[in-house]
Structure formats: C-alpha cells, structure tokens
Nanobody, 123 residues
C-alpha cells in the first residue's frame, strides 16, 4: 500500500475531524499531494493540495478557512484538519500523489491514489 487514508467517521454539523494519510514509497516533501472528496454520484473534487514546486497550499472556496492541510516529513504523513463541518462535506476522502504545481487542483494531476475514508456529516 502506497497511500492509506484514515480518520473518517460520523460527525455532527459544526464538528471536526482530522484525516491522516500514511505514505510509503514516495516522500511527501517531493511530490504534490492532494486531498479529494467524492460524494455519491459526483466526481472527485480536490479539497486541498500542496504544490510540488513551491509548497503553496490550494483550497477551493468551499473549504477555505475550515480545512487545513499539513504534513510531517519525518513520519512521511499528511493530514487534513477539518472544522465547522457541513452536511455537504460528506463523502469519501482520498489522498493522492502527483505533479500538481499551481492553479486549480484537479484529480487529473495525480497518479497514485490511496483507498478512501468515509466522512459523514449528519445530525
């Protein structure tokens, strides 16, 4: 297994979760890394990506200020801290490695995917 996401669960609206992604084979400070969300019947959308070139972090407007990407280079782990969760944040969350460098982060820029972890936001 090269990427393994964990930390999902059921949380009430307004709650928080921290997702983790354990990475092997690849080093997290060399590649672009992304967190993606896929709701039932919808395409996989990026919710946070770190650039492989300048380490800038991209967020879509829908999660800006609520989600925070971080990484631990020593442990080769990446994290997604999610706060003030909303029902529309529900979905399977995936971590991925690729060549994202700038602009809008999309799934097409990532070539290695881990198994996802389910996040359900519901009262």
């Amino acid at each position: 297994v090269q990427l393994q996401a964990s930390g999902g669960g059921l949380v009430q609206p307004g709650g928080s979760l921290r997702l983790s992604c354990a990475v092997s084979v690849y080093t997290v400070d060399v590649y672009g890394i992304g967190w993606f969300r896929q709701a039932p019947g919808k395409k996989r959308d990026a919710v946070s990506c770190i650039s492989a070139s300048d380490e800038s972090i991209w967020y879509p407007d829908s999660v800006q200020g609520r989600f925070t990407f971080s990484r631990d280079i020593e442990k080769n782990m990446v994290y997604l801290e999610m706060t003030d969760l909303k029902p529309e944040d529900t979905g399977v969350y995936y971590c991925a490695i690729g060549w994202f460098t700038s602009g809008i982060c999309t799934a097409e820029e990532f070539g290695r995917w881990g198994q996802g972890t389910q996040v359900t936001v519901s009262s």
